[in-house]
């Protein structure tokens, strides 16, 4: 479905224009406290970071404009327009460190748990299977999947990543390998090269842990923290019913789906 | 290294949000309405600050205009020595909250206990991407004045510690003090709360197993943020622990709390339950 489609549709049942700069400040807001406090790597907002980006580069030529204009005036008038440039800019710095935080901490965990996103993002045919390539000539980074090397469409609904992060994790992954390789990686024997290798049943590739607990509050009228079905347990269950407005200390793979949908928020 | 700070927002971070919060303030100059990125529940604009008119503002905003000494600030209701002792009276003595805090105020369309009729359903608004979205602090009007009128009617509602009840209060009694009504008082009671609320912190993380548990979970409702952000790290690792070692040394001995709740939801779901193939998840753990 086209992004633009939603929004004319949204623009004309909502009003209030005025108030997008406000309700997508308190998204982002809200969308950095929760990047902060999980382990894994959220959804990246990508319509609502295109809107707030180009806010961001309107309001720095809007300072320009007025710190320009400030040579031309008399002193009076110089004083009200500094109290002006210096709260504009406040405002401006606070809005910017908290896009710079988000990204770093998504860097963050993109680089500790990278060939997980790696594989994530990757469609699976890609996957370079255990015996296709030579024994003799793998590297470490021929186990890299590529994130690439498809066009379906389908993979970008899944990618928690940026088209630019993704890029940022491949290239980075790539580094990585090559230095293992030709640091350490490269006198081992041949089967022991691999990045991914899951032999003796203990998967090398790391993920972030969704067992952790986080702190909630409870914004819908009624949310029950989900058990997520698993090997043991081969449906999901249901734990503890939160109600509107209370604090919880709850596993983070329990609330997760409310989190989509909005129905709790992260502190 | 990417990213140095731990995970969860750090004290810092709690005090940069909470300087979102609007308070109200009294203008002693003449401002223009400014268009701004960072402002909020008001439109993306300030308001038009036009003395003697009383005007919300951010509180940095309010902390940058009171230091040029262009605005005095309004105490928000709750920080009255009368509010305070109100509610460090149900804190230490109110038999309910013994081992609880205080109740927060309330979301937008939540309903008070006891009031089941009203009918003022919540109802989410939309973000530009048509999510639903409910307004929390920082971002609800917890920590602006009271009208006169509102303050001594007959249907004010009890005060209550806002979520950033903290961070606002010191910052304003550091840099407001002389707006607020008897800052000593203020600071002795806001120091009484803080003591009563950490030991009550304290006690709570007797039943921080419960969390452990898949499915599980602890209330701390009515928490501070900075009460949160000084317990974090503290109160994850205990949970981290105890569902390590539930798994793990408890898992050779008997059957751990976790292993036990899985069982017995894999019974209800009847599915075959392998112990061994358990006994290596919670390995993994």
């Given amino acids: ?267 | 290294m990417a990213f140095p700070l731990p995970q969860g927002i750090t004290p810092s971070e709690i005090a940069f949000l909470s300087e979102m919060e609007l308070v109200t303030v009294v203008p002693r100059q003449r401002l223009e309405i400014l268009e701004l990125l960072g402002v909020s529940p008001s439109g993306g604009s300030t308001e038009l600050l036009q003395p003697p008119v009383r005007a919300s503002v951010p509180l940095w905003l309010a902390l940058l205009l009171k230091r040029q000494r262009r605005i005095n600030i309004v105490p928000p209701f709750w920080l009255h020595p009368e509010s305070l002792s109100f509610i460090l009276q149900i804190e230490t003595e109110h038999r309910d909250y013994s081992d609880a805090f205080s109740p927060p105020p309330r979301l937008p369309g939540q309903q008070s206990v006891g009031d089941r009729t009203a009918s003022d359903k919540l109802k989410p608004r939309r973000t530009v991407d048509g999510q639903p979205y409910f307004p929390t602090p920082p971002f609800l009007p917890q920590n602006i004045a009271l009208a006169p009128a509102e303050a001594t009617g007959p249907g004010r509602e009890a005060p209550s510690l806002p979520y950033h009840w903290l961070e606002v209060g010191s910052m304003l009694l550091e840099a407001a003090s002389d707006d607020l009504v008897d800052p000593n008082q203020t600071r002795r009671l806001l120091k009484d709360l803080r003591e009563v609320r950490t030991a009550k912190m304290r006690k709570g993380i007797d039943v921080l197993d419960t969390a452990a548990m898949a499915g599980g979970g602890v209330a701390l409702t009515g928490v501070g943020a900075m009460e949160i952000g000084e317990m974090r790290g503290l109160v994850t690792g205990i949970v981290e622990n105890l569902r390590y070692f539930s798994g793990f040394v408890l898992g050779k001995i008997g059957v751990s709390k976790e292993q036990a709740r899985r069982e017995q939801l894999a019974e209800e779901g009847n599915k075959d339950y392998d112990d061994t193939q358990d006994y290596g998840d919670s390995m993994e753990l």
């Avoid at chain 1, 710079?100 to 901490?105: I, N, P």
């Fill in chain 1, 1 to 267: 479905m086209d992004i633009d489609d939603i929004d004319d549709i949204l623009a004309s049942i909502d009003p209030e224009n005025s108030s997008d700069t406000e309700l997508d400040h308190q998204q982002l807001t809200r969308f950095w406290v929760a990047e902060r406090a999980v382990s894994d790597l959220l959804p990246w907002p990508g319509p609502l970071m295109d809107r707030l980006m180009e806010r961001v580069s309107k309001q720095i030529e809007l300072i320009e404009d007025l710190t320009a204009s400030s040579f031309d005036t008399s002193n009076n008038q110089n004083a009200m327009l500094n109290l002006k440039l210096s709260i504009l800019q406040t405002d401006l710095s606070r809005t910017q460190y908290l896009i710079r935080s988000l990204l770093r901490q998504r860097l963050a965990k993109l680089t500790r748990y990278s060939m997980h996103y790696l594989i994530l993002i990757s469609p699976p045919s890609q996957h370079p299977s255990q015996s296709s390539s030579s024994q003799q000539q793998t590297r470490p980074e021929d186990t890299i999947p590529d994130p690439f090397s498809s066009s379906s469409p389908e993979s970008d609904d899944f990618s928690p990543l940026s088209p630019k992060e993704a890029e940022f994790l491949h290239a980075h992954q790539t580094l990585l390998a090559s230095h293992y390789g030709s640091s350490f990686l490269g006198s081992f024997p041949p089967q022991l090269r691999r990045l991914d290798d899951n032999a003796g049943g203990t998967s090398m590739v790391q993920a972030p842990d969704s067992k952790q607990v986080v702190f909630i509050r409870c914004l819908a009228e009624e949310v029950t923290v989900v058990i997520p079905a698993d090997d043991a347990i081969g449906v999901e269950h249901y734990g503890t019913t939160m109600r509107i407005g209370e604090v919880w200390v709850a596993r983070w793979e329990g609330v997760k789906r409310a989190w989509e949908r909005g129905e709790v928020e992260i502190l």
